[in-house]
């Protein structure tokens, strides 16, 4: 009878592990990166966006039942994990694209440098909008390519961050001696938690076909949209145009807990830009590792359930800091609409406290939250709210300590 409805009973138990996200699970001595940093300090790690929620137990039933096979040969599943994405993606954004538009990346992260790599010449240049992720911002260090950093814009009366689009026409209009090729998007946005509407990224697009730029979009945070009346929009879906000069980037990392398992996607649709890509790329990695394309298989077939249960979850949180933090005046929560992360203003607070660091000062009270300056704004941290409540209620109360 339920597979009669296609329900099987580890879905069924979707409903029951509910109730594990609100328990602390000990990550020391996991080579859990985000752990390890204070691994002998009473500091409470908030820092790198990785969640610590078990991912859905669909996915850890997946590798459980290979691993106890227990033999890991050559492996054709790729073959049938493109399908999977392919009919994800039109499920959730109307999106269709054919699965020999796909080619698989071990992370977004290295995505980054190998499209600025291959479709920007030396002698021509890259945009970003900070504050961004800082890979974005290290495109000169690992790819030799010129990087024009504009800064987004603060709508104070909104309370919205905003591309500032006259920056962008007159760094178009008079672009020096290296060129701009390519922009490259974080959709939704890392760290302000932008969701970019359609008219925004329509605007970007005007830009890119005046002066013929590609975009590169990097949507990791494309399933973790936090405000019920948004939705994501792929720039690749945009229109026709948009569809020739995209190259997006994306993978179920985020989403599901799955960063160490490496599995990540490029999507370009232009055939030309796709053979540029191949001629680049041909021969030089390998196939993903087995255990990642099955998780992202399972992510993206079985896990719907699971990942509605994080987002409210996650809603949950976002209101907790923002009940807890928003009376006070010398600092600003930057809600996100999207991602499990806070962009907090800490400036007033430095200089009513002549603080010059303010990671390391919130580090003093026991919390350990990303310096804004490694994403080019100095004076903000960010803060990874996708962790048990208890743990969450804990830090906040160092927080209230180290700003009252
Ligand atoms: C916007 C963005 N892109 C890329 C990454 C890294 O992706 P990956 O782990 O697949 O390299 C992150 C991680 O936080 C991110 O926030």
């Known amino acids: ?45 908030l820092w790198v966006a990785d969640m610590d929620f078990k991912t859905a137990p669909q996915i850890t039933q997946a590798i459980m039942n290979k691993c106890e096979h227990g033999i890991f040969g050559y492996s054709d ?59 974005f911002l290290k495109i000169e ?33 008079n672009p020096g001696k290296l060129k701009p090729k390519l922009i490259l998007l974080c ?14 990224l329509n605007k970007l697009l005007e830009f890119a076909i005046k002066y013929n730029l590609l975009i590169c979009s990097d949507e990791i945070h494309c399933d973790l949209i936090l405000e019920p009346k948004l939705k994501h929009i792929p720039f690749a879906t945009l229109n026709d145009e948009a569809k020739m000069r995209t190259i997006t980037l994306m993978s179920p990392s985020k989403t599901y807990n799955i960063a160490s398992l490496g599995c990540a996607f490029v999507v370009i649709e232009n055939a030309e830009l796709m053979q540029t890509y191949l001629n680049a790329t041909n021969g030089l990695y390998a196939d993903l590792n087995e255990l990642g394309l099955l998780a992202c298989k399972v992510a993206y077939t079985k896990c719907e359930q699971w990942r509605q249960q994080v987002i409210a979850y996650l809603q ?8 807890a933090l928003n009376g006070y005046t010398n600092i600003t929560v930057h809600s996100p609409q999207a991602t499990y992360l806070s962009w907090i203003d800490m400036r007033h607070l430095m200089l009513e406290k002549n603080i010059t660091n303010p990671t390391e000062y919130l580090e ?23 962790c048990a409540k208890d743990l969450l209620d804990q830090a906040l109360k160092r927080f209230i300590k180290a700003i009252g």
């Open 1 to 45: 009878m339920l597979l009669w409805y296609n329900i099987t009973l580890i879905d069924c138990l979707g409903l029951y592990f509910m109730h594990d996200l609100s328990k602390i699970i000990d990550r020391i001595n996991t080579n859990s990166t985000k752990w390890s940093k204070y691994k002998d300090k009473n500091v409470i790690p």
């Open 77 to 135: 599943l790729t073959a049938t994990v493109k399908p999977d994405i392919v009919n994800y993606l039109h499920q959730s954004f109307r999106w269709k694209i054919n699965p020999q538009n796909i080619k698989w990346l071990g992370g977004v992260h290295m995505g980054l440098n190998l499209i600025s790599k291959i479709f920007v010449k030396p002698d021509e240049s890259v945009i970003t909008f900070s504050p961004i992720y800082p890979p």
């Open 141 to 173: 260090q690992f790819t030799s390519r010129n990087l024009i950093n504009l800064p987004l814009k603060y709508d104070q009366s909104n309370k919205k961050w905003l591309f500032d689009f006259d920056l962008l026409e007159q760094t178009l209009s």
């Open 187 to 200: 959709n939704p946005h890392n760290p302000v938690g932008r969701v970019w509407t359609q008219a925004e």
């Open 316 to 323: 949950d949180n976002k209101k907790m800091i923002d009940n």
């Open 364 to 386: 003093n009270y026991g919390i350990g939250l990303s310096n804004g300056a490694d994403f080019g704004a100095p004076g903000f941290v960010r803060l990874n709210f996708a």
